[in-house]
């Protein structure tokens, strides 16, 4: 099966940049995809095919990907961004959606 | 604005069958071009997706979980539905329902229902 490693948590300070990877067996060749989960709330995307932001998600929301390691990074960092986030890929070798374990996201 | 609603009982007992259903709302289901799936997270935990299921009623599904689920799809009534056979309290979770592209390349969960919590007690 297809694993994606996410680190359990992020802190930042208010204001700083967070990066929050995602690792993954030949990530670089698969559309990598973020969500943002807040408490007691469903997931919503924020970053879709690797670096693309939809509308309505604000522009400190960014994405991209090297090597093994996909990034999400949020810019400017507000007490309002404290969320669980995911990343997510399709791995065609199993036929499988699959998501990586989860980032707690923390604004010092 | 597409909207997905999941229902369904909220206690199940161990050993039975867990059944949702999700309705769609502001779309039509039928749409070749989307997929619709099932995602769950355990209290606490991470998100796992289950399976996604075409129009047409083609599937595919997690492989860990594949020996005891079934995912169908009613165009008529514009719902899909899980059923997941043999549960234990490991399956206690809330149940989400979302849609997804079809494209290969466009495969990301948007918009997704409000969840379902979803307990496995006697």
């Known amino acids: 099966s297809y694993d994606l490693t996410q680190p359990v948590s992020v802190s930042v300070a208010l204001g700083q940049t967070a990066r929050i990877t995602c690792g993954g067996n030949?990530?670089?060749?698969?559309?990598v995809h973020w969500y943002q989960q807040k408490p007691g709330q469903a997931p919503v995307v924020v970053i879709y095919r690797d670096s693309n932001r939809p509308s309505g998600i604000s522009e400190r929301f960014s994405g991209s990907k090297s090597g093994n390691t996909a990034t999400l990074t949020i810019s400017g960092a507000q007490a309002g961004d404290e969320a669980d986030f995911y990343c997510?890929?399709?791995?065609?070798?199993?036929?499988?959606?699959?998501f990586g374990g989860g980032t707690k996201l923390t604004v010092l | 604005q597409l909207q997905l609603q999941g229902s369904g009982p909220g206690l199940v007992k161990p050993s039975e069958t867990l059944s949702l259903i999700c309705t769609v709302s502001?779309?039509?289901?039928?749409?070749?071009?989307?997929?619709w799936g099932w995602i769950r997270q355990p209290p606490g935990k991470a998100l796992e997706w289950i399976g996604n299921i075409y129009y047409s009623g083609s599937t595919y599904y997690n492989p860990s979980l594949k020996s005891r689920v079934t995912i169908s799809v009613d165009t008529s009534e514009n719902q899909f539905s899980l059923k997941l056979t043999g549960v234990t309290a490991a399956d206690t979770a809330v149940y989400y329902c979302a849609r997804r592209s079809a494209a290969v390349a466009d495969n990301w969960f948007d918009p997704w229902g409000q969840g379902t919590l979803v307990t496995v007690s006697s």
């Open positions: 502001g779309g039509s289901i039928s749409s070749s071009s989307y997929f």
């Open positions: 030949n990530i670089r060749s698969k559309n």
């Open positions: 997510q890929v399709w791995a065609s070798s199993g036929a499988s959606d699959v």
